[in-house]
């Protein structure tokens, strides 16, 4: 069993490398080794999911919403959970990448890249969700602010309009930060690719990149720059999307504490998906050298974090109910702990609080396996909170004569899984396309931790 | 594959018409044919060559559809607009019938179709106000199930070949013999003219009345009383104590519309009646009383026994009523073997009644000697004529003869329906009938099973069903002949106090349908007559002298003025100034003073002999359920006593196809789609019944399996369960909805049947229930005042609500300088009963979703009745709370519309513009009153037929768009347009929203709130107007009088247990 020092003392990098030994170890995921069997199965998993999720927003678009199990007055259900799940989920990426960029934080290094991709994909997940939600979803872009002829403007004190900037800035800064991360790699790539193929596409994306030293100046300015843009994201877009339901009158949405424990909720969660993806890659991969247990160790402690602010507003909303006396909060409250969805509030303190709590021990941390599962079971959990936020505070409202029990149909868990496939699917093909951690940035690593022994 | 129907049979008609105004107008009639098969296709199976088919009739339809007035000359209403424009409704006045009883209506048909129905002002049935079925009636108009041909033993036939056959049949039996008509309770003069000379005409020929829901019971009652049928037409506006004893005055009594109103404005008026019901099925009537008990249906005979006790007692009267009560128990006291006088049977029933009933005998007969001559009590019509006839006595004995006039019975020829079913049943079986012609009804569906009318129909050798569709009488006869809708043809027909409409159609009969006049015309003299000629010859032979100016008037105003006076009854005067003749009651009175005393000295009748023997006598049947709360009976099986009725929203099964009724979520169980039955909190728990468990019902004859609802304020004990589903041939929306209780109708039983053996079985159906959670929680709802504070706010000691005054906002206020529209709703008034959800629904274009979709909470109604339950589940309160949209002047639903498609009008109206909506349904879930209707699916499908009903102001909303109550937009832009061309304002009451329209009570009231002489801000001057959630600071336009109750009767508090 780890101790809590042995743990500490865990290298950000195992071993010794050489610039070479780098670029061969990560490149060669990419442009040499064949596909290993975990990834086909993977991609063959994920992709049925993906052919699933195709087929179920097909028959969306076909059909309308009420292919799904929505209802009155439970009109938001399986659609925005998913979204609010997925903005949250690419929280961490971002918060790895230009939050501890700024923090100087060195063994970000070598997860940033994947999460920034786990982000991105996240997003991109994130924002098909209202889009599908969408009663008519072909006029999507009526949210958007654009001169048409009628002179209609979107109604700005809707939420929703906020949302739209909110995740349109997020997604824009994500891309290009991502992208920005990746010129110097993708000249490695170019550099080290045997095909013609492979030079002329890596090429291209690499923008010219050779390498020189007014690069590397402008680079690093330009990349601190875009963190410091990047950062203030991590807070203001998921308190934007918690204004969605802060902003609505429903007791269990209309709460001021609702921002920071959304962000803390996002970062949890981000965490959580950032081990699931962590854990099986490196072990696929044998990446084992660059993503260590100290870099697992550090995203649990993260976790335990965020765990504990969930868990703070948990108990803060439940205060605030009976402190407030407002009889349509306390009766929120009790439905939610005694309700018809009554299990789904245990499942939540059961994976977002209990299950936890084990991360206070280094030998769980120290054990991947272990870490992995707590991960998916948080990753469930934060699920489930949003599902909660939004379904047990609309399913009984103000009106006992409007009460109504929502029951998901096939195709609210066929877009669930379906998005979940399609996620995978992505960051497989990312895996295989792409540098899955920093070349460059690894490199550095390696000569300063080299420069340390 | 359905072929297109031969063009012959039409052409065949269009040759009977008499005129033709050209031969476009003679070929238009040709492709008239078509569209009952395009909509008849099932979609899906449509081939190419059928397709082309389908489009080249509808191109036909589209083109030819314009101009379906009737050929004969109708009569726009008076207070109608002129026709002095297009794109004008025009009202017809006319009168549609609710089991035989006439219900004055306006027809609003907009460019020729029929799309609403009012009611009709005048008429005194109606007054301006409607009940569910007659708004319904107009989507059976355009139903695309009915039947648009004539089928001869199934197969597509004319009406000529029709005509002959009959005529040859007439012709065969000069004298009638083997010849029986059997038609549904007949009011209508002039068919019951027809008849008579047709039986004069054929003396062996039978006449034959059977209606499944039918007053027998109260015209033997009658006969009992005082030795001939009456009918009883009370003055409920008048009356200072009411008592219904299994009575549903407002909701199912004939004339229940206007009772209704008479009620209404009788307790908003400065004397508020109190109203005692006593029931074992909770009916509207039980919501609205002031005190209601609980007691088994079967058991009311003996309250009224105990009652008849209760007021003989120490009066001079005594002898008389006792006498009354002693004669009525006699006929049924045969089965007990122990016939008993007067008090003595009383106080017998009174020892057998709970503690609860002797406190409610107590209080009712204290009112109702403090309140003599001012007085009503009423018998429901299920209850056996023994009971009728003590009430009869009873309301003599209080000298309430001023509110219960009595008349000749509305219905023609009254004898006993139940009889006469028995009789022709017995006829056919022993083949004294060859021929049997049935206008209207549906004998094999709806009539007690033990009779098998079906079986006896089969074996006939020609039998004729005219009916609107191939039901599953029509497919046991050897012709079904498609009638023409009541809005399409020509007819008469009486109301609850005898007036006569005229029925005037709105429109020529879509398909090839005929009305049982035309039927009966080739009976009298083998020449089938039209129907316009059949009533108005019969009119003009009443009224030869100024017969133009008196039928232009009958026909405008919708009554024949002083119809009701020809008979004996009095007229009831309007409450409010409706001009109508009122012929002194006294009449009445003296009449009723000259019956001999009850049945006492004279044998009643052999058919009320068999009637009182059925019904279980006050003391026999009580024993005999007694044993149902032992659970040690031997078979295992619980005993329990069924009580079979009409169902709220189908009747007695006329209604299966009609989507809209269907749909309507049941007053007091909010069931749709279904049927149930109803067991009490009580009984479920102590046999560990929930909702949704199946149970077994089993007669001596019968078993049926139906599916539980646990009913609060349900007697123990007894089962409830509706009759009207389960319909075999009724059309696609109809069938196989529901439980089929008929088997469990017996015509020695009939509605209450006693001893049957009620076990659950394995399985569980769902039920489609608008409304999922009947307690308000303990949150201000719907708001109770008692009876004292309602009257020191009438005058001025009272203080004012206390969320008058609005909260601080962020936002600035609005400013309304021409209208700002509003709505006041009493809960005081409203009854429950639903109308305005379905008048709503015909007004503006909303659609039907199906029992799945209301499983899953996505019924579209704009306007929903809330109901709730205060106090222990087996006696609760039941509160009712129309809910529309708030038209909030704070919308929280405006606020959160990214694409601003839910915004404000300059008149304070939240409007929702459907072309933008989006649909992210965020604007529903921020209204707290959850009155906002979503668009899950394309809900609205292009059915021909179907199209033709919808109202042209309003637009049809697609799929993924947010609807929601509009106040009648279109209405008030009608107004204003109106207005407009004159110069002026629009004025109060000028607009009038459909469910305030509809309202028999007058809960709803809307108007100006800027005019300060409005009605709506008279209502809302009442310092007991308040606003549902008024905590939000949402600021509702649509506010809310309290319910006013009795102090002193509140219910005791739940305990435990409470229905969920």
């Known amino acids: 069993m780890t101790d809590e020092s042995a743990l500490a003392a865990t290298p950000v990098l195992a071993g010794r490398y050489t610039d070479a030994s780098i670029t061969d170890k990560i490149a060669d995921i990419v442009l040499v080794r064949p596909a290993h069997w975990g990834w086909v199965a993977g991609a063959f998993v994920s992709g049925a999911l993906a052919i699933l999720f195709l087929v179920a927003v097909s028959w969306l678009f076909i059909d309308g919403v009420g292919i799904w199990g929505v209802d009155q007055p439970v009109a938001w259900a399986f659609a925005i959970t998913n979204f609010v799940w997925w903005v949250g989920i690419g929280h961490a990426g971002t918060f790895i990448s230009a939050f501890l960029l700024l923090l100087r934080q060195r063994w970000r290094t070598s997860v940033n890249r994947f999460a920034e991709a786990m982000t991105i994909f996240a997003v991109a997940m994130a924002g098909l969700m209202p889009i599908l939600h969408l009663g008519r979803p072909w006029f999507f872009y009526w949210l958007i602010p654009y001169p048409d002829i009628m002179n209609v403007w979107p109604q700005w004190r809707s939420p929703l309009i906020w949302d739209i900037f909110a995740i349109g800035t997020y997604i824009i800064v994500s891309l290009l930060f991502w992208y920005m991360g990746l010129i110097a790699d993708l000249a490695t790539l170019r550099d080290a690719a045997k095909k013609r193929w492979q030079r002329v596409v890596y090429g291209l994306l690499a923008l010219g990149w050779r390498g020189d030293a007014r690069h590397w100046a402008r680079f690093d300015s330009a990349y601190l ?42 970062l949890f969660s981000g965490f959580a998906m950032a081990i699931t993806l962590a854990v099986p890659m490196r072990r696929v991969f044998h990446l084992e050298a660059f993503i260590t247990e100290r870099h697992l160790d550090n995203m649990a402690k993260l976790m335990l974090v965020c765990c504990f602010i969930v868990t703070y507003s948990y108990l803060v909303e439940i205060f605030m109910a009976y402190y407030s006396a407002d009889p349509f909060a306390i009766a929120m409250v009790e439905n939610r702990m005694g309700g018809p969805y009554a299990g789904v509030y245990w499942a939540v303190v059961l994976c977002n609080v209990v299950v936890p709590q084990s991360l206070w021990w280094a030998g769980v941390r120290a054990r991947p396996v272990a870490l992995f599962a707590i991960a998916i079971v948080v990753n469930i959990g934060m699920w489930l909170e949003r599902f909660m936020i939004i ?26 899984l379906g998005s979940i496939g399609l996620f995978v699917l992505l960051f497989l093909g990312f895996l295989r396309v792409l540098p899955a951690i920093s070349i460059a940035e690894m490199r550095k690593l390696a000569r300063d931790v080299g420069a340390e022994r | ?82 026709q002095d424009g297009y794109g004008k409704p025009v009202f017809y006045a006319s009168a549609l019938e609710r089991d035989g009883y006439a219900i004055g209506v306006l027809v609003e048909t907009n460019m020729g179709r029929p799309t609403k129905i009012e009611g009709n002002p005048l008429h005194p049935a109606s007054l301006g106000a409607t009940d569910i079925f007659t708004q319904a009636a107009v989507l059976e108009l355009w139903d695309p199930d009915r039947s648009t041909a004539s089928l001869r033993n199934g197969a597509v036939d004319t009406w000529p070949r029709f005509v002959t056959e009959l005529r040859e049949r007439v012709i065969a039996a000069p004298d009638g013999d083997g010849i029986a008509l059997l038609t549904e309770t007949v009011t209508s003069p002039t068919l019951h003219d027809q008849i008579r000379t047709f039986l004069e005409g054929h003396p062996r020929a039978r006449w034959h009345q059977y209606q499944p829901v039918n007053r027998d019971n109260v015209y033997d009652g009658s006969r009992l009383a005082l030795g001939e049928a009456v009918e009883p037409v009370y003055r409920f506006g008048d009356a200072a104590v009411i008592v219904a004893l299994d009575a549903d005055i407002v909701g199912a009594l004939p004339g229940a519309v206007r009772h209704a109103r008479d009620i209404a404005v009788a307790r908003r008026g400065a004397t508020r009646p109190t109203i005692h019901a006593a029931e074992g099925s909770p009916s509207l009537t039980g919501a609205l009383a002031d005190r209601r008990l609980v007691i088994r249906t079967g058991e009311i005979a003996m309250l009224a026994d105990a009652l008849a006790a209760q007021i003989g007692g120490g009066e001079s009267s005594a002898a008389q009523v006792g006498g009354a009560a002693g004669g009525a128990a006699q006929g049924g006291g045969a089965a007990s073997g122990a016939p008993q006088v007067g008090g003595a049977a009383s106080g017998v029933a009174t020892a057998a009644l709970g503690a609860d009933a002797r406190a409610w005998l107590d209080r009712v007969a204290a009112d109702l000697a403090a309140h003599r001559g001012r007085a009503i009590v009423v018998a429901g019509d299920r209850q056996p004529a023994g009971v009728h006839a003590r009430v009869h006595a009873i309301n003599r004995a209080l000298g309430n003869d001023a509110l219960v006039a009595t008349r000749e019975p509305v219905a023609f020829d009254a004898g006993n329906q139940g009889d006469s079913l028995r009789a022709l049943a017995s006829d056919m079986r022993a083949g004294r009938v060859t021929t049997l012609v049935m206008l209207g009804g549906n004998p094999v569906y709806a009539s007690p099973r033990d009779l098998d009318f079906g079986g006896a129909l089969r074996k006939l050798p020609w039998s004729a069903h005219l009916a609107l569709h191939a039901d599953e009488t029509s497919a046991a006869s050897t012709w079904h002949v498609a009638a023409a809708h009541a809005l399409e043809s020509w007819g008469d027909a009486r109301a609850f106090d005898g007036t006569v409409a005229i029925r005037q159609p709105a429109i020529a009969p879509l398909y090839d349908g005929h009305s049982a006049h035309e039927v009966v015309s080739v009976l009298v003299d083998g020449n089938p007559r039209p129907g316009h000629a059949i009533v108005r010859d019969f009119w003009q032979r009443r009224h030869p002298a100024g017969f133009d100016a008196f039928w232009d008037a009958s026909l405008r105003d919708g009554i024949v003025r002083e119809s009701a006076a020809t008979s004996r009854a009095s007229v009831l005067p309007a409450p409010s100034s409706a001009k109508r003749s009122a012929a002194p009651a006294v009449a009445a009175s003296s009449a009723l003073a000259a ?44 005993v329990v006593e069924l009580v079979l009725a009409p169902d709220p929203t189908l009747g007695d099964g006329r209604h299966a196809n009609n989507a809209w009724l269907q749909e309507l979520p049941k007053p007091l169980t909010t069931l749709t789609w279904c049927n149930a039955a109803w067991i009490s909190p009580r009984f479920a728990a102590a046999h560990e019944l929930a909702n949704e468990d199946i149970v077994e019902l089993r007669t001596a004859s019968a078993t049926v399996r139906a599916p539980v609802w646990i009913m609060p304020g349900h007697a123990d004990d007894a089962v409830t369960l509706h009759l009207g589903h389960g319909r075999t041939r009724a059309g696609r929306v109809g069938n196989g909805v529901g439980v089929d209780a008929w088997p469990l109708f017996d015509s020695a039983t009939r509605a209450i049947v006693p001893g049957v053996a009620l076990a659950k079985v394995d399985g569980r159906e769902r039920l489609a229930a608008a409304q999922t959670h009947h307690r308000m929680e303990g949150r201000d709802l719907v708001r109770l005042v008692s009876r004292e504070e309602a009257a020191r706010c009438a005058g001025s000691g009272c203080t004012p609500a206390r969320e008058r005054e609005p909260t601080e906002s962020l936002y600035p206020p609005f400013k309304y300088d021409g209208h700002r529209w509003g709505m006041s709703i009493d809960l005081d008034a409203c009854n429950g009963c639903a109308a305005c959800t379905i008048a709503c629904q015909a007004e503006n274009n909303i659609p039907v979703v199906g029992r799945d979709e209301v499983l899953r909470g996505r019924e579209m109604h704009w306007i929903r009745i809330d109901r709730y339950y205060e106090g222990a589940p087996s006696a609760p309160r039941t509160l009712f709370q129309p809910v529309p949209c708030m038209q909030c002047e704070h919308a929280p639903c405006e606020e959160v519309c990214p694409v601003e498609a839910s915004v404000h009008d300059t008149e304070g109206l939240n409007v929702q ?11 529903s879930n921020n209204c707290p009153y959850k009155v906002r209707r979503f668009n899950w699916h394309a809900y609205t499908r292009d059915v021909p037929a179907l199209d033709a009903q919808r109202n042209p102001e309003v637009t049809v909303r697609m799929r993924g768009v947010m609807e929601k109550c509009s106040y009648c937009i279109q209405r008030i832009e009608r107004a204003r347009i109106d207005a407009d061309r004159g110069n002026r304002r629009i004025a109060d009451g000028e607009v009038v929203t459909a469910c305030q329209a509809v309202c028999p009570t007058q809960a709803i009231v809307f108007g100006d709130l800027n005019d300060p002489a409005s009605a709506v801000n008279a209502r809302k001057a009442s310092p007991l107007d308040y606003a549902l959630l008024a905590e939000l600071n949402t600021r509702p336009r649509t506010t809310y009088l309290p319910r006013i109750v009795d102090a002193d009767a509140a219910p005791p508090p739940a305990q435990g247990g409470a229905p969920a």
């Open chain 1, 225 to 266: 720059l875009m963190a410091g843009l990047a950062t203030p994201l991590v807070i203001s877009v998921h308190s934007v999307v918690s204004l969605d339901f802060a902003i609505g009158n429903t007791p269990g949405w209309h709460s001021t504490i609702f921002p920071p424990y959304f962000v803390a909720g996002a």
């Open chain 1, 391 to 416: 379904v047990t505070s609309l399913n009984r409202d103000f009106l006992p004569s409007a009460w109504h029990i929502y029951v998901p149909t096939f195709w609210d868990f066929a877009t669930l």
């Open chain 2, 595 to 638: 019956v001999p005393t009850a049945a006492t000295t004279s044998a009643p009748p052999a058919a009320i002999a068999t009637q009182a023997t059925a019904a279980p006598s006050a003391t026999t049947a009580a024993p005999a359920v007694r044993p149902a709360s032992d659970p040690s009976s031997a078979t295992g099986a619980i």
């Open chain 2, 913 to 923: 513009v459907y072309n933008r909506c989006v649909g992210t349904r965020f604007c």
């Open chain 2, 1 to 82: 594959m359905p072929e297109v129907t031969p063009i012959s049979p039409s052409l065949a008609t269009a040759a009977q018409r008499r005129f033709w105004r050209g031969l476009d107008e003679l070929e238009g009639a040709a492709p008239r044919e078509v569209p009952q098969d395009v909509v008849t296709f099932e979609p899906p199976r449509l081939a190419r060559r059928a397709f082309l088919g389908v489009m080249a009739a509808s191109a036909a339809l589209a083109a030819g559809g314009c101009s379906r007035a009737p050929l004969e000359t109708i009569v726009p209403y008076r207070n109608g607009p002129a």
